[in-house]
């Protein structure tokens, strides 16, 4: 049955494309000095120029995406009832399952929206994980596994193994795009607060009616380092461009699409900055609904890291952002997005966000 649209639907549906370059970085492996150079540059001109970027040549077994969507599409397939017994005991625990309408992503930008229609699963990064560091036991929360289906522990693990590694990587490719010494972010990273969320945008059977302005997920900036995203070859995500235009971005087959998050704009003080974008229902032109998925890997930062701006990104007329640990960061985007309080510490970001949207 069709889903009637909020009024502005039309206009939601965006500008038209904008492009997200596709860079190959087999070359980080096996091209030499010069090859990686010239994956730098291009990363560079991506994130000063768009905010995101595809990468293929990452080394991803095709098996890995296939066995997460199948884990992901049992899951979501479960009855409600039984995905809500998987749900933290608080909000604050960035772990377990998020049913439909329980959380407002635009509130991490201290910014109103209705609730989001996404269906969310998260699993990260623990205590277990880094024996002998006093770390703060609610950023490395422990997992919630689900008993069904059967592998999805397995196969979701694998999942986030790889993404892992490949984000390390990329921040190996971030230190020679910003002329940093090799490895430099390994120091805020060594004990990350990694996460990975599995979102399900399916609105449910029957004649639904939406709010004015409710969207899959609502604008707003990712919080962390970088995101790595596998998704559905299907359109929804959009992105906002510097003249307050939305662009609707799908990924190419076998293509992880990485974007910016708030730390590292921090860090460069918006030479590259974390670019906001959207997911919007998932409605078709014909107001008939579909589904559409997607698996976000968030390397986030070590909670007890101080992010301050990088000497080399101290521009005239720019005032640095603050210093501020990851925990103390993160802390404030949840309390918005997921205990749906509006954040008062994101009005740079925030700024960018036209008053339409």
């Not at 986030?300 to 501020?324: F, K, M, Q, R």
Request: charged share 20%; glycine share 10%; aromatic share 8%.
């Amino acid at each position: 049955m069709a889903v009637k649209q909020p009024t502005d639907a039309g206009s939601a549906r965006g500008a038209g494309a904008l492009t997200v370059p596709t860079i190959d970085i087999a070359g980080w492996y096996n091209g030499g000095e010069s090859g990686r150079e010239a994956i730098a540059r291009d990363v560079d001109l991506a994130a000063r120029t768009v905010g995101f970027m595809q990468i293929v040549g990452h080394g991803i077994p095709k098996g890995a995406a296939s066995d997460l969507a199948a884990a992901m599409d049992g899951f979501f397939a479960l009855p409600l009832a039984e995905k809500r017994s998987y749900r933290p005991s608080s909000p604050s625990i960035n772990r377990g399952y998020s049913a439909p309408r329980s959380e407002r992503l635009s509130h991490s930008l201290g910014v109103y929206s209705p609730d989001d229609l996404f269906e969310a699963f998260n699993v990260g990064s623990k205590l277990g994980d880094f024996p002998g560091l006093d770390l703060d036991p609610l950023s490395y929360s422990s997992n919630i596994w689900p008993a069904d289906p059967a592998q999805f522990r397995d196969r979701v693990s694998t999942w986030f193994d790889c993404v892992q590694g490949l984000a390390a990587t990329i921040t190996d490719v971030f230190a020679l795009a910003l002329g940093l010494p090799e490895g430099y972010f390994a120091n805020f990273t060594d004990h990350s607060v990694d996460i990975l969320r599995m979102n399900n945008y399916q609105v449910p059977d029957g004649d639904v009616r939406l709010e004015p302005g409710q969207l899959g997920m609502g604008p707003h900036t990712d919080f962390g380092i970088v995101t790595l995203l596998w998704a559905d070859p299907l359109p929804g995500l959009q992105i906002l461009d510097t003249s307050g235009a939305w662009h609707d971005v799908v990924p190419q087959p076998g293509a992880l699409l990485v974007n910016l998050g708030d730390l590292l704009a921090r860090w460069t003080n918006d030479r590259w900055r974390s670019t906001m974008h959207r997911v919007l229902a998932p409605i078709d032109a014909d107001g008939r609904p579909f589904r559409r998925r997607s698996a976000a890997f968030f390397l986030d930062g070590n909670s007890d890291a101080v992010i301050t701006t990088l000497p080399g990104c101290l521009h005239d007329g720019i005032d640095p952002y603050e210093p501020v640990t990851v925990a103390e960061h993160l802390r404030s985007k949840l309390a918005g997005s997921r205990g749906l309080e509006l954040n008062a510490n994101a009005a740079r970001e925030a700024s960018r966000l036209p008053t339409t949207a």
